[in-house]
């Protein structure tokens, strides 16, 4: 494999490995009311990465609801996560999306079996 400043490239060296895919999500920063739409890039049992249309801080604790595909047979993931990085600045877009990287802090045990076929179902 190549190698790129002393690491493997290729491998991920991450407690959770993530899974890529678009899922439709909503959001509510806790202690607001507003619910806002947005979509997953990729997802693990630690967190995921989102893409928001609005700017958020690191440190900002957000509800979070995943809908997986109807074909899974799944209802949607509840938890509660945190904002752990937000690397494009206020204003800078990916097609009019913010990246958002969430880690999961609360989650009951019906949501976490539903995380965990889930990401069964995409490993195939």
Known sequence: MPREKGRVVGRENRKFPRRVIEL???????????????????ISE??????LKEALFEGVRVNIE?????FFGLKPIKAVTQIVWAPMRQGE??????????????????????????LTYIEG
Do not use: C, S
């Open 66 to 70: 995943i809908f997986p595909p109807d």
């Open 93 to 118: 877009t990916w097609e009019e999306y913010i990246q958002h990287g969430l880690e999961f802090l609360e989650m009951d045990e019906g949501n976490a079996r539903r995380l965990k076929r889930l």
């Open 24 to 42: 439709p999500i909503l959001y509510t920063v806790v202690e607001n009311i507003r619910t806002h739409g947005g979509e997953t890039g990729n």
């Open 46 to 51: 630690g967190g995921l990465l989102v893409y």
